[in-house]
Structures are given as C-alpha cells and as structure tokens.
C-alpha cells in the first residue's frame, strides 16, 4: 500500500506542476529545489522529505496535508484507522499520520506526528499563511519555534498560533514527540 501511495504522490506532483504551467526549471528556481531532484519526485524514482514537500507546497501555496488529501481516494465520515493514511520522512524517520483528513464542506483538519529522539525539521515558508494551529504534544518533549521564538512544550501542553512565517520542530537527543496538529 505504501507504494501505492508513493506512486500516487509522485503522478500528483507532475500533474500540479503542469496544471500550473511550470516548468521543472521555473518550479526548481520557486521551491529552492534542484531541477533534478524535483524530476526524480515526480517519476517516483525518490520519495520527499517533509522539509522538501514543505517548499513544494509553499511554491504552490498549498498546505501539505492538502496535498496527501488528493493523493487518497475518497472521503468518508468516519475515518477508521486503518484508512488514515501516514507518511514517513525517508531523511528523519519522522511519521505523519492524517487522523482526520481535509474534506470538501470541512474547515479543519487533524494531524498525529511522530518526531524521533535528535531530530530537527524545518520549514521556511508556510504553505498556507494565516492559518491557525493547535499543537497538542501527546507524550515527549519538543521546542516548536514560529517566526523565530521557541516554545518549549512537554506532555500535556497545547501551542495555539497563526502561521505565518517558518517553524522549526526539534526534539532533544534523549527523547522523542508525539503529538496531534489540528489545523483550521
């Protein structure tokens, strides 16, 4: 299945990028990505990293969890979990399942992250300025910093914010982060 899914990532970046009429250049000189690699993104031949379907999206205006959305097949009222579709970062081991995924007629979405121990991922520009995150750490520890000031959350604590410039999630070298995103 998940190369079902990898596939299916693959053929939608392509056709994003057509249906903008872009070149793999002109994607290259928006997203900060080599034209090579954006190439091998879209034959299927290599699998993103977050940080890089992260400047993708923000090339597009795109949040990420938007992008997934249209990688899946259908939209059902109840979202059983073995049809909650998770992606895994091949650079972090970072695991980003779509609890709740975007649907027509729904504002808001929920996100389960797993953030390995001595990890950092970053993201530059937001896909979707002005839109509003509740952060929930489940279990763990993670410095989450939005527009330059870092919160420092544990277990239990909720980050509420508007995004609007980059983040940067990190976890400490002795402990990893799992946490829900509701986005809206």
């Not at 872009?22 to 990505?33: H, V």
């Not at 090579?36 to 990420?64: F, H, N, Q």
């Not at 520890?141 to 604590?157: E, F, K, M, N, P």
């Amino acid at each position: 299945m998940m190369h079902d899914i990898s596939h299916r990532l693959a053929k939608r970046l392509n056709e994003l990028r057509r249906a903008r009429g872009l070149s793999l250049d002109q994607l290259a000189d928006q997203s900060g990505i080599s034209r090579a690699t954006l190439s091998r993104m879209e034959k299927g031949d290599v699998s993103p990293s977050a940080e890089t379907l992260g400047r993708i999206c923000a090339a597009y205006g795109l949040p990420m969890s938007r992008l997934l959305m249209m990688v899946e097949d259908s939209f059902e009222p109840r979202v059983p979990f073995e049809r909650q579709p998770e992606w895994r970062d091949p650079e972090t081991g970072f695991t980003r399942r779509s609890v709740s995924p975007p649907a027509a007629g729904l504002s808001g979405e929920v996100l389960e992250g797993h953030l390995p121990p001595d990890t950092v991922i970053t993201y530059d520009t937001p896909p979707k300025p002005g839109q509003e995150h509740h952060l929930i750490l489940l279990d763990g520890a993670l410095t989450l910093s939005v527009d330059g000031v870092a919160h420092t959350l544990t277990g239990g604590d909720c980050l509420r914010y508007h995004l609007s410039g980059p983040t940067r999630f990190e976890t400490p070298a002795t402990r990893g982060a799992r946490y829900l995103l509701v986005l809206i």
